[in-house]
């Protein structure tokens, strides 16, 4: 029998004489699971050691039997399943969810305690999107571009720190030097530490959410970028904020708002596509003469209304800023906007 296979064996066992034959995962499927991890994980693992990338995806619903968006985040790993119907009582998909664990364990060679493992539903809006499901508070210091991000692994639906947006806090930080930088729906504020490393002269960061807001500090306060740059942190609905925004402030704007919102905070709800040309033209209000704009979505079929946008030029992205773990399995589209 070879090497590292007895696991997976009685994995095998476990299945056949304690799962229910409705839910049963035959041990083809388990051992193809098995194999496509191996795979998937040795090629990306190469890659990101190749790039020093120690956060990073190998696996995004590869198989449609095993539904999971799992990440690498420098020793410990956040295992994410796609939420389905999926046929199961809840005992039986917590064993099956179990066997998955254990395969991860035994492929990755690590103990099962560093792997976390959640049900990654859909929320309907940006406060379902950061809504706290569990008090755990497992963190970890993950580092990113010579910088140091601090990670939640098990208290909401994301881990705080979007690993597709690699690429591009890396172009933010090439152009912040010496520049006012604007970083709207900041979530845990990672476009603002690379812009304060790159040198901004100030940086304001709005959010919705104080939690997420204090997260941006603490990630700021980790990588000791408080010296050189003023920062002003915002507690407010990005909308409405926008309407008070001086003109020709920023030279430098992030904005990656959320496909829809509806918080209750909010006077109006948010479309990311209905509303998109009005949220631009009210950024280019607020950027100076030559000035940039990153603007990004989730939103799958998402189509820029170039002509109705007043830009000097108007720039697709999307493939430029994709990392090697996310190549033909991204969503988003980016945009560089100039004035």
Not at 91 to 117: R, S, T
Not at 270 to 295: A, E, P
């Amino acid at each position: 029998m070879p090497d590292g296979f007895y696991p997976l064996f009685l994995l095998i066992q476990y299945y056949l004489t304690f799962t229910p034959k409705s839910i049963l995962l035959t041990p083809d499927k388990l051992i193809m699971f098995r194999n496509r991890l191996l795979k998937v994980y040795k090629h990306f693992s190469k890659l990101a050691k190749r790039q020093e990338v120690a956060c990073f995806r190998f696996y995004d619903h590869d198989l449609p039997e095993f539904p999971f968006a799992i990440e690498w985040y420098n020793g410990v790993v956040h295992a994410a399943e796609y939420k389905r119907r999926h046929g199961m009582e809840d005992e039986e998909h917590a064993i099956w969810l179990q066997g998955c664990k254990e395969i991860l364990a035994e492929v990755l060679e690590i103990p099962q305690d560093v792997i976390f493992m959640k049900i990654r539903q859909r929320k309907a809006g940006r406060q379902g999107q950061y809504e706290k499901f569990d008090e755990q508070k497992v963190e970890r210091i993950v580092p990113e571009g010579g910088l140091n991000f601090i990670i939640n692994l098990t208290d909401y639906l994301d881990t705080g720190l979007f690993l597709d947006h690699r690429i591009t806090r890396g172009l933010v930080r090439e152009q912040a030097k010496g520049k006012n930088v604007l970083n709207l729906f900041c979530y845990t504020g990672s476009f603002s530490v690379y812009a304060a490393d790159g040198g901004a002269r100030s940086i304001t960061s709005v959010d919705l959410s104080k939690t997420y807001l204090n997260w941006a500090k603490r990630n700021m306060q980790y990588n000791k970028l408080y010296k050189d740059t003023a920062h002003d942190f915002i507690h407010g609905d990005v909308m409405e904020w926008l309407d008070y925004m001086p003109a020709d402030a920023f030279d430098l704007i992030i904005c990656d708002p959320p496909t829809f919102s509806n918080s209750k905070r909010m006077e109006d709800n948010f479309d990311v596509q209905r509303d998109h040309v009005f949220l631009l033209k009210k950024l280019l209000k607020g950027c100076t003469d030559g000035g940039s704009i990153y603007f990004s979505n989730n939103y799958r079929d998402f189509v820029l209304e170039r002509d109705s946008i007043p830009a000097l030029t108007v720039k697709d992205i999307t493939g430029a800023t994709t990392p090697f773990d996310f190549q033909g399995k991204l969503n988003r589209k980016c945009f560089l906007i100039e004035k």
